[in-house]
C-alpha cells in the first residue's frame, strides 16, 4: 500500500518534471525565437543604417592655392605665413610631405597630395632660391627648370556652424601608431574578439572591485562604436544588452578594418560651442592645425586619451589633467612596444603643444565667409551646405589675410591711444582685391576679425566723402577736346539755392579759395570748390552716369553735394569701383568663390571670371595718373615715405562731416585695398582719411608684394610738358615746364615763350625732319598712340642733339634726357606764377564742407 503510494507520488513527480521541462524548453524556444527575431530586427537596423551610411558634412572650405612662379615677387615672410596656413613644418631636412627647410635664401619645399578643382596634384618636391624677395631657380626634386608650382590649398573651416563635424578618413589613411595606440589603450583584444570581450569584462571587473569605484570598463571598440551610432550615452541595462547584441552582429557582417575606420571617424573628441568635433581627422587640425598623418607621437596619445572623456580631459580648461592622462597612453605605447624607452622620456616631458582655442573655427574668417555664402546660395541649398561634404575653392590668400587683420586690429589700437581716443570705441573695416582677375584676397569686418557679427565690409554703408572725386574728374577726361590734366579749373566760392530752401555753400578745409588751378591738383589735393564747379559745369547726370560706369549700385542722390561724397557706400562696394580705374577701366565684378566639388573632388562647377569694360583706357589712365600724384603730393603723401618709390601706388583719402568717417582706397599695379575707420554710433572720431585710414592702409600695401616700374600708358596716351597755365613748351623750342600725359585728341596751346625760338633748326634738321613737319596732332587717328618707332626716333635725335651741343646753348633745348624737370608753377593771385610748396606743409589732411553733407577731404 505505502509502496503503491510512493510508486504514485514518483510518477507525479516525474510527470511535473517534465511538464516543467517542457514548459522550459518551450520557454527556452520561444525565447530563442524572440531572441532570433529581435536579433534578426537589429541586424536589419544595423546594416540599413551603415550600409546606406553617410556623413552629414559641413562644406568643407580652401583658400587658394600659392603658385610659385620664376621671378615671382614674394617676402619671406609672406611665404613663412602661407606655409604656416597650410601647417606645414619646417624640418631640417625635408623628410615627408607638408614640410619645408630653409638655407639661408634657398627653400626646399615637400607638397602634399591635393584634390584641386582642376584635378589631382600629386606629392612632390620643389627647391627654389628668393633673393631680393623675387623667386628664381625654381626647380623640381629631380634638378629640372619649372615655370611655376602649385602647392596645396590651405583648409581655412567649414560652412554653417553647429552641429556634428568631422573629417573622415579611410583605413589606408590612417597612421599605423594612431591605429595601435588606439587598440592598446581602448581594446587590447580587439584584433581576437567577435565584438564582445570576456576577458575584457572580467579584467573590468577586477579592477573595479580592486579600486572600490568604477574606473574601468568592459566596452570593445565595437561596442562603443555601436553606441556612438545608435545610442545615448545614458547608462542602462537594455543598452548595455543591445550594445552587446549589435556589437556582435557587427563582427558577422563587417572586418576589423572597417569597423576600425568608423570608430577613429565617430568618436567625439572635443566641443566648441555648438560645434561637435569627431573623429581623430578633426581632432587633428583643432588641437595642433595639422593633418592626421603629421602628429608626433606625444600629439597622438593626446588624441588617443581625449577619447575616454574629451571634456574631462580638456587641454585648454584642465591642462594637467590632460598632461597626466597623455603620459599615461605614452606609458601604454612604450609598454606595447610602439614607442622606445627613450622616447617616452622625451615625450613626456613636452608641452602639451595645442594650438590657440578656437583657432580651427568652422568660420575662422567671418567677413570673407559671409560674402562666400551669398556668392554660393544662387546654387546650393541651405542642406547642401551643411550635410553634403562639398569642397568650396576661394580666393582668399592667407598671408594677405592675416597682415590685413594685424594691419587693422593694431592700427585702430594705436590710434586710440596715440590720439587719446576713448579706448575700443573705434571699429574697422578692410578690403583687398586682385585687380586682374578680381579675386577677394582678404577682408576684415570688425577690429577684432574673428568676432562673427556685423560685418562691416559688406554691411556698414557710410557716407565716402571725397572717395567719389575721381568720377568728376574722370567724366571731364572723357572730353579731351575740353578738359585734360592741365585745364585750369576755379577754385572760387560757390552758393547755390535747392529747391527746397536750403543753401549748399561748400568749402574748402583751409576755408580759403585757390584760384586758377590745375585739373590734377586740385584731384590731389582734394579742393571741393574746384571740384563742385566742375561737376557743375560737367552736369550731375552725366557724372552719377560715370559714378555707374564705374560699377557702382550704391543709391545715388540727385543732389549737388553727390560731386562731392553726399553717397553712402560699403568699404566692399568702394573697393570694386576702385579696382575698375586701377584695371584701365575694366570693371572685373569681385569674387571670392572660383569653384565647387562634392566630397570626392569629382563632380565640379567652375565659377568664371566676369567683366566688363565702362570707361576708355585713355581717360582711366589720365585720371589713375592723377591718383598717383595725391599719393605722391597730395592728400595721400604722408605714406609715400613708407612705401617703395619703385611702386605706383595711387588712391585718394576720404573724410565725413565732423570726422565721422575715415576712409583711404588706393591701389597698386596688382593690388586695390580699401580701409574705413568709424564709430558704430557715428559720432565724431577726430580722424581725417590720411590721419586715421590712409597710416593702416600703408601698413597693408607695405609688406604686399607689388609690380615695380611705372604703368605703361595706353595707345593714346602721350606726355607733353607744360607750364602754369597748361600750355605746352615744346622741348625742341624752350625749356622748364612739367610733364604729363595727354590724350591724343587733345589740342594744346603752345606757350607764348616758346615762340620763335628756332635758331638751331638748321642744326635739327641734320639729324633727320623738322618737327614742324610732323602732321598735326588731331589729323592723327585718335586713341591709336604713339608710333613707337617715331617715338624712339625722337628721343634719339633729342639724346644726340644734347651730346653734340655744351655749355649755355643747350639749355635753349630743355632739359638733358634723364634729368628731372622743374616744378610746376602755379598762378598767384596777382596772376604771377609760384613754385607749389611741397614742404611748408605738414602732414596733408582733408577738406570737410561745413554745411551739408559731409564730405570731403582735408587740405590744412
Known amino acids: 500500500?505505502?509502496?503503491?503510494?510512493?510508486?504514485?507520488?514518483?510518477?507525479?513527480?516525474?510527470?511535473?518534471?517534465?511538464?516543467?521541462?517542457?514548459?522550459?524548453?518551450?520557454?527556452?524556444?520561444?525565447?530563442?525565437?524572440?531572441?532570433?527575431?529581435?536579433?534578426?530586427?537589429?541586424?536589419?537596423?544595423?546594416?540599413?543604417?551603415?550600409?546606406?551610411?553617410?556623413?552629414?558634412?559641413?562644406?568643407?572650405?580652401?583658400?587658394?592655392?600659392?603658385?610659385?612662379?620664376?621671378?615671382?615677387?614674394?617676402?619671406?615672410?609672406?611665404?613663412?605665413?602661407?606655409?604656416?596656413?597650410?601647417?606645414?613644418?619646417?624640418?631640417?631636412?625635408?623628410?615627408?610631405?607638408?614640410?619645408?627647410?630653409?638655407?639661408?635664401?634657398?627653400?626646399?619645399?615637400?607638397?602634399?597630395?591635393?584634390?584641386?578643382?582642376?584635378?589631382?596634384?600629386?606629392?612632390?618636391?620643389?627647391?627654389?632660391?628668393?633673393?631680393?624677395?623675387?623667386?628664381?631657380?625654381?626647380?623640381?626634386?629631380?634638378?629640372?627648370?619649372?615655370?611655376?608650382?602649385r602647392l596645396d590649398a590651405a583648409n581655412i573651416g567649414s560652412l554653417l556652424g553647429g552641429g556634428d563635424d568631422r573629417n573622415p578618413v579611410r583605413f589606408n589613411e590612417i597612421p599605423p601608431l594612431v591605429a595601435n595606440t588606439l587598440i592598446a589603450v581602448e581594446d587590447q583584444d580587439f584584433l581576437h574578439h567577435f565584438g564582445i570581450s570576456p576577458r575584457g569584462i572580467a579584467r573590468a571587473m577586477v579592477a573595479n572591485v580592486k579600486a572600490g569605484r568604477l574606473v574601468q570598463g568592459g566596452s570593445t571598440i565595437t561596442q562603443q562604436l555601436v553606441k556612438n551610432i545608435f545610442f545615448d550615452h545614458k547608462p542602462s541595462l537594455q543598452r548595455k544588452i543591445n550594445e552587446a547584441l549589435m556589437a556582435v552582429l557587427m563582427e558577422m557582417h563587417y572586418d576589423k578594418g572597417y569597423i576600425l575606420q568608423e570608430y577613429i571617424n565617430e568618436v567625439w573628441l572635443g566641443q566648441q560651442g555648438a560645434r561637435g568635433i569627431y573623429g581623430f581627422g578633426l581632432a587633428a587640425e583643432f588641437y595642433f592645425q595639422q593633418p592626421l598623418d603629421t602628429l608626433e607621437p606625444h600629439q597622438i596619445a593626446l588624441l588617443v586619451g581625449l577619447a575616454k572623456g574629451a571634456s574631462y580631459y580638456n587641454p585648454w580648461r584642465h591642462p594637467e589633467r590632460a598632461q597626466a592622462r597623455r603620459n599615461t597612453v605614452l606609458d601604454v605605447m612604450q609598454t606595447h612596444g610602439l614607442i622606445t624607452q627613450t622616447q617616452y622620456a622625451l615625450y613626456s616631458t613636452k608641452s602639451l603643444g595645442v594650438v590657440k582655442g578656437g583657432v580651427t573655427a568652422q568660420n575662422p574668417y567671418p567677413a570673407f565667409t559671409e560674402r562666400l555664402l551669398e556668392e554660393l546660395r544662387p546654387y546650393y541649398s541651405y542642406e547642401e551646405l551643411r550635410t553634403a561634404g562639398l569642397r568650396i575653392y576661394t580666393t582668399l590668400a592667407p598671408s594677405v589675410q592675416k597682415l590685413a587683420e594685424e594691419a587693422v586690429s593694431n592700427g585702430v589700437q594705436a590710434l586710440e591711444k596715440e590720439r587719446h581716443i576713448e579706448d575700443n570705441s573705434l571699429q574697422a573695416a578692410a578690403v583687398l582685391l586682385d585687380n586682374g582677375s578680381g579675386n577677394v584676397l582678404a577682408m576684415v569686418g570688425d577690429r577684432d576679425p574673428d568676432y562673427p557679427g556685423f560685418n562691416r565690409a559688406l554691411e556698414a554703408r557710410r557716407q565716402v566723402g571725397s572717395l567719389i572725386k575721381p568720377a568728376v574728374y574722370l567724366t571731364a577726361l572723357e572730353r579731351p577736346l575740353e578738359y585734360n590734366l592741365a585745364t585750369l579749373l576755379d577754385d572760387a566760392p560757390i552758393r547755390i539755392e535747392e529747391a527746397d530752401g536750403d543753401v549748399w555753400m561748400p568749402q574748402n578745409f583751409d576755408k580759403r579759395a585757390h584760384g586758377q588751378i590745375p585739373l590734377y591738383v586740385a584731384l590731389a589735393k582734394s579742393y571741393n570748390l574746384a571740384t563742385a564747379h566742375l561737376g557743375l559745369d560737367l552736369g550731375l547726370q552725366n557724372v552719377r552716369q560715370t559714378i555707374r560706369r564705374l560699377g557702382v549700385e550704391a543709391h545715388l542722390p540727385r543732389v549737388p553735394a553727390l560731386l562731392l561724397g553726399a553717397v553712402e557706400m560699403t568699404p566692399f562696394e568702394v573697393a570694386g569701383m576702385y579696382q575698375a580705374i586701377a584695371n584701365g577701366g575694366e570693371a572685373v565684378q569681385p569674387r571670392t568663390l572660383l569653384a565647387v566639388a562634392d566630397a570626392e573632388g569629382v563632380r565640379v562647377q567652375h565659377f568664371r571670371r566676369r567683366t566688363h569694360r565702362g570707361v576708355d583706357p585713355v581717360p582711366a589712365y589720365l585720371l589713375r595718373w592723377g591718383l598717383e600724384q595725391a599719393v605722391r603730393e597730395g592728400t595721400g603723401r604722408s605714406s609715400a615715405k613708407r612705401l617703395p618709390g619703385s611702386v605706383a601706388f595711387a588712391g585718394k583719402t576720404g573724410t565725413t562731416n565732423n570726422n565721422r568717417d575715415s576712409w583711404f582706397a588706393g591701389f597698386s599695379p596688382d593690388v586695390t585695398a580699401v580701409v574705413w575707420l568709424g564709430r558704430d554710433d557715428n559720432e565724431r572720431t577726430r580722424l581725417t582719411g590720411s590721419t586715421g585710414a590712409l597710416p593702416i592702409w600703408t601698413e597693408i600695401m607695405r609688406k604686399l608684394p607689388h609690380q615695380h616700374g611705372p604703368i605703361e600708358p595706353p595707345r593714346g596716351v602721350e606726355f607733353k610738358p607744360v607750364n602754369a597755365r597748361g600750355q605746352f613748351m615744346d622741348p625742341d623750342y624752350c625749356r622748364g615746364?612739367?610733364?604729363?600725359?595727354?590724350?591724343?585728341?587733345?589740342?594744346?596751346?603752345?606757350?607764348?615763350?616758346?615762340?620763335?625760338?628756332?635758331?638751331?633748326?638748321?642744326?635739327?634738321?641734320?639729324?633727320?625732319?623738322?618737327?614742324?613737319?610732323?602732321?598735326?596732332?588731331?589729323?592723327?587717328?585718335?586713341?591709336?598712340?604713339?608710333?613707337?618707332?617715331?617715338?624712339?626716333?625722337?628721343?634719339?635725335?633729342?639724346?644726340?642733339?644734347?651730346?653734340?651741343?655744351?655749355?649755355?646753348?643747350?639749355?635753349?633745348?630743355?632739359?638733358?634726357?634723364?634729368?628731372?624737370?622743374?616744378?610746376?608753377?602755379?598762378?598767384?593771385?596777382?596772376?604771377?606764377?609760384?613754385?607749389?610748396?611741397?614742404?611748408?606743409?605738414?602732414?596733408?589732411?582733408?577738406?570737410?564742407?561745413?554745411t551739408g553733407p559731409a564730405l570731403e577731404d582735408q587740405w590744412p
Open 1 to 149: 500500500m505505502v509502496s503503491t503510494k510512493r510508486r504514485r507520488t514518483r510518477a507525479s513527480t516525474t510527470k511535473r518534471r517534465y511538464r516543467w521541462l517542457k514548459l522550459l524548453f518551450l520557454l527556452a524556444l520561444l525565447g530563442a525565437l524572440a531572441l532570433a527575431g529581435y536579433m534578426v530586427y537589429l541586424d536589419l537596423q544595423l546594416r540599413e543604417r551603415l550600409d546606406s551610411r553617410q556623413y552629414q558634412l559641413p562644406a568643407r572650405v580652401y583658400a587658394r592655392p600659392l603658385v610659385l612662379r620664376e621671378g615671382m615677387v614674394m617676402h619671406p615672410g609672406e611665404l613663412a605665413s602661407e606655409f604656416a596656413a597650410l601647417s606645414y613644418r619646417e624640418q631640417a631636412v625635408p623628410s615627408e610631405p607638408g614640410s619645408w627647410t630653409r638655407e639661408g635664401m634657398e627653400y626646399r619645399v615637400w607638397r602634399r597630395d591635393f584634390i584641386h578643382s582642376d584635378g589631382r596634384s600629386a606629392g612632390a618636391v620643389v627647391s627654389f632660391r628668393l633673393r631680393n624677395d623675387e623667386i628664381s631657380n625654381l626647380r623640381d626634386g629631380s634638378g629640372q627648370r619649372l615655370a611655376e608650382f
Open 737 to 850: 615746364g612739367y610733364e604729363i600725359p595727354f590724350s591724343f585728341e587733345t589740342r594744346l596751346q603752345p606757350a607764348p615763350e616758346c615762340r620763335g625760338q628756332d635758331r638751331w633748326r638748321w642744326f635739327r634738321n641734320l639729324f633727320g625732319r623738322d618737327r614742324r613737319d610732323v602732321a598735326p596732332r588731331e589729323q592723327m587717328t585718335p586713341g591709336w598712340g604713339v608710333n613707337p618707332s617715331e617715338q624712339q626716333l625722337r628721343e634719339e635725335r633729342r639724346r644726340q642733339l644734347w651730346e653734340q651741343l655744351r655749355g649755355d646753348d643747350a639749355e635753349e633745348f630743355g632739359p638733358a634726357p634723364g634729368s628731372e624737370d622743374e616744378p610746376i608753377e602755379l598762378p598767384s593771385e596777382q596772376g604771377r606764377s609760384q613754385p607749389i610748396d611741397t614742404e611748408s606743409r605738414d602732414v596733408p589732411g582733408e577738406e570737410v564742407q561745413p
